[in-house]
């Protein structure tokens, strides 16, 4: 009977010890299960580390990205407008005077000299027309013309222009420059009257010489070649050009130049 109640005593026991293992075991699970959740945290943190960690290549110091240039707005293309024509009017003479640009040296300063403006060919023999313009190019200082004229008025006018560039410019343009300008009494028929047309000493350069019979009207008569070829002037009848006329026309230097003449410009007719 004491045997019997051991053995039962024993067997509660074994029960209750049990029923304690397998009540702790069962919270040692339920507690065990809570890792995962950690561990997934854990799994999370170091492969957000990873993932941001620098590598060696992006520790170097970044250089400076230029901006975007700005581009400009296309500006927008003028219409073409009408280019006025150009005009041939100066403002001043066609070469600066007083420089004896053309000159080549002056041979004596002290010693006056004559040139002649006449064709060294060509047929000489007196001439009639309401007026005449001779262009030519004085290469020092001057003071004076000599010739012989004849004048169905009895007047003759002689008028001395500093070349504007064009013909017409010179005796007709805005800023004509009028150098010198004397009338004289002349023979009206049959013959010539030798004249000396004197001014004030003018400077070196391009200019053109005019005779006409005054505010009467009427012809003039005075000497040139025609057929002409070796002469350094230019001549107008009547406002217009004559390309094979050499009018002769004594022209007295102040100073004995080396060029006795120069270049002159194209007219412009």
């Known amino acids: ?99 004896e640009t053309y000159a080549g040296g002056i041979l004596d300063e002290t010693s006056e000299v004559d040139y002649n403006f006449v064709s060294s060919d060509g047929y000489d023999a007196e001439r009639t027309s309401g007026m005449y313009a001779m262009q030519f190019y004085a290469t020092t200082t001057f003071d004076s ?9 009895g007047t003759l006018v002689l008028s001395l222009y500093r070349w504007m560039g064009t013909y017409e410019d010179t005796l007709y343009g805005d800023n004509v420059q009028l150098a010198a300008q004397e009338e004289f009494d002349v023979v009206s028929t049959g013959s010539s009257t030798r004249i000396t047309f004197t001014f004030d000493e003018q400077p070196d350069g391009e200019y053109l010489l005019v005779a006409s019979p005054g505010d009467e009207g009427g012809t003039i008569n005075f000497w040139a070649k025609s057929n002409a ?15 094979d006329w ?15 003449w120069g270049p002159i410009m194209d007219s412009g007719l």
């Open 1 to 99: 009977m004491k045997k019997a109640t051991k053995r039962r005593s024993a067997l509660i026991l074994t029960i209750l010890a049990l029923t304690v293992l397998f009540t702790a075991c069962n919270g040692n699970t339920e507690t065990v299960n809570t890792p995962p959740a950690a561990t997934e945290s854990v799994v999370n943190i170091a492969t957000d580390a990873a993932t941001t960690a620098p590598t060696a290549a992006s520790t170097a110091v970044p250089t400076s990205t230029p901006g975007p240039t700005n581009t400009p707005e296309p500006t927008n293309t003028p219409e073409p407008t009408n280019t006025p024509e150009p005009t041939q009017s100066h403002l001043l003479p066609t070469v600066e005077p007083g420089k």
């Open 229 to 243: 070829t070796d002469f350094h002037t230019r001549t107008y009848i009547d406002d217009t050009e004559v390309e």
């Open 145 to 153: 013309f000599t010739k012989s004229y004849g004048s169905s008025s």
């Open 246 to 260: 050499a009018i002769s026309n004594v022209l007295h230097y102040t100073k004995t130049p080396n060029n006795l």
